[in-house]
């Protein structure tokens, strides 16, 4: 899984299959709430390839 950062005003999950993760960061870079963002965005990934 490749996972891109950006720095968006508001909080982006954007999937990209099949293997890659846009997230924003906005200061979230090692908390709780940007593992819960690779999470979901990994989670995404493994449902789209599955269709």
């Not at 954007?14 to 989670?43: C, K, Q, T, W």
Request: net charge negative; no cysteine.
């Amino acid at each position: 899984m490749q996972i891109y950062h950006v720095d968006y005003l508001a909080p982006v999950i954007y999937l990209v299959p099949p293997v890659s993760v846009i997230i924003s960061l906005n200061g979230l870079f090692g908390s709780d709430a940007f593992s819960e963002y690779v999470l979901r965005g990994a989670e995404g990934l493994a449902t789209s390839s599955q269709s």
